[in-house]
């Protein structure tokens, strides 16, 4: 995020250079269901990420028949925001489909985000968190980055990653030399 937008604060990530280089590119792309408000969800993420929307089809675009209450939710959407790349998609039964059981929400899958811009990093924590339930607050952790942990107001649960950048001694000073003055 912060290539796009100026950023005081960006840092390279701890063990950014330890990837072999010839190892073969693999995407991981979560695909989160929800119950009947994944648009409102897309917004959502889409305005805390600065995403680009790449795709939304509602089950009404598709071929196959599907009942009135159904038509404008979302069969598939996608997005995308720096290195990832996340799908979207209402649960929904209709003719022709097997029957689908209800989004349940859970903590057994989070999704991590990394990013190397502290400014962006607590911005979009703070965002998210917004309507959510923060479970670890974004601080500093034994292992020497930024961490956090919360679950959004849709039920998703999220761990925010970043480097941590410790003051240095001279900004220290300059600050307790300005707050006696």
């Not at 069969?75 to 209800?102: Q, T, W, Y």
């Not at 811009?117 to 309507?131: D, P, V």
């Amino acid at each position: 995020m912060c290539d796009n937008e100026p950023c005081s604060k960006k840092v390279k990530l701890q063990h950014e250079d330890e990837v072999p280089k010839d190892t073969r590119k693999i995407d991981l792309q979560p695909y989160l269901f929800f119950n009947g408000n994944a648009r409102e969800a897309v917004d959502f993420y889409v305005k805390v990420f600065g995403a680009r929307i790449e795709m939304i089809k509602t089950y009404g675009e598709g071929p196959q028949p599907i009942d009135e209450d159904n038509k404008e939710k979302i069969m598939h959407a996608s997005f995308r925001f720096g290195n990832c790349h996340i799908m979207v998609s209402d649960s929904c039964n209709s003719a022709g489909m097997k029957e689908l059981p209800a989004t349940t929400f859970g903590n057994n899958v989070q999704i991590s985000i990394s990013m190397d811009c502290i400014e962006k990093l607590n911005e979009a924590f703070n965002a998210m968190a917004e309507g959510g339930e923060i479970r670890m607050p974004l601080e500093k952790q034994f292992w020497g980055q930024l961490h956090g942990q919360l679950k959004d107001k849709f039920g998703v649960y999220w761990m925010f990653n970043g480097p941590y950048e410790p003051e240095k001694p001279a900004e220290q000073q300059a600050e307790k030399e300005q707050e006696s003055h």
